[in-house]
């Protein structure tokens, strides 16, 4: 009995391990429509790798992405057509940033940054829901972590290994 309890123990303490460690967003919740400031929170790296690269993917109803910089890395906006057009205030807009690359840097697996970026969240975009941003990480030696599970109807990003970032879409007050 005691030995079945201590194994137990070891499994809910390795898979709380496995569930914080994962890139995450600094803040948790959003009103839609506003603009809203993706921290994304890199904690680690690949298996022991450094961090060299970092892909974040703009999902639709998401526009007007503009990233920080961060001294020693450089910044790739991969641009494209949306699905549809926005109303970016009276604007209607029709392409824009749909993923931002991070590369050119190097962090080390023992240490912990933050990727930026600031967007405006359409008032497209259903409340009560969470929106997910896939991110890829790639570390050196072709190491790479791929946090772009969504969690499907009736799961959590606790459900899965490699979740994608996500944020609670809440009414704008």
Do not use: N
């Not at 209607?92 to 990727?115: C, N, Q, R």
Request: proline content about 6%; some cysteine.
């Amino acid at each position: 009995m005691k030995k079945s309890i201590l194994s137990a123990v070891a499994l809910l303490a390795l898979g709380t391990t496995a569930a914080s460690a994962h890139i995450t967003l600094e803040t948790q919740e959003a009103q839609v429509p506003s603009t809203y400031k993706a921290v994304f929170r890199v904690g680690h790296g690949c298996e022991g790798k450094p961090t060299i690269k970092v892909r974040v993917q703009i999902p639709e109803g998401v526009i007007a992405v503009k990233p920080q910089p961060k001294t020693g890395w450089t910044i790739e906006k991969v641009k494209g057509k949306y699905e549809k057009s926005y109303d970016y205030y009276g604007t209607p807009t029709t392409e824009g940033v749909k993923e931002i690359v991070w590369s050119g840097g190097s962090l080390a697996d023992d240490e912990y940054d933050e990727f930026v970026l600031r967007a405006y969240l359409t008032g497209d975009l259903k409340v009560d829901t969470t929106l997910y941003f896939p991110v890829v990480q790639e570390c050196t030696d072709g190491a790479a972590e791929r946090w772009i599970e969504i969690p499907a109807a009736g799961k959590v990003a606790d459900d899965y290994e490699t979740p994608a970032p996500g944020v609670k879409l809440v009414p704008k007050k």
